[in-house]
């Protein structure tokens, strides 16, 4: 299944993708009674994810420039699959503890 970002943004950076989709769901998650903070950080770490996975891997790309020669891109691909599994690990923990994410900024700035 393709993800949501990648059907609405393919090969765009972070920034315009935040920019232009967090105004447009915030509301909906809101609505769905989500911590928007929450979801801001998952959605943040989802979008540094795909900078680790292909098509658009854009930390790939930039390894392969500085990497030497004999280092071709399957070898880098097949580099980063443990880093994805932590990055989904972390997704997961995310996803299932939101107050792993929520705690601090609720003691500095409350409820």
């Not at 299944?1 to 315009?16: A, D, F, I, N, T």
């Not at 967090?22 to 770490?45: E, I, K, M, N």
């Not at 880098?76 to 996803?95: C, D, E, T, W």
Request: with cysteine; net charge neutral; proline share 13%.
């Amino acid at each position: 299944m393709r993800s949501p970002k990648r059907q609405v943004l393919p090969g765009s950076m972070p920034v315009p993708i935040t920019l232009i989709v967090l105004p447009l769901v915030a509301p909906v998650v809101s609505h769905l009674g989500f911590d928007l903070v929450w979801f801001t950080v998952l959605f943040a770490v989802c979008l540094q994810t795909s900078f680790l996975t292909p098509p658009v891997g854009f930390a790939l790309f930039y390894l392969k420039g500085v990497a030497p020669s004999p280092i071709d891109v399957p070898t880098i691909y097949r580099g980063v699959v443990p880093f994805i599994g932590l990055q989904g690990a972390g997704i997961a923990l995310i996803f299932v503890w939101p107050d792993l994410v929520t705690w601090l900024p609720e003691m500095a700035y409350g409820n």
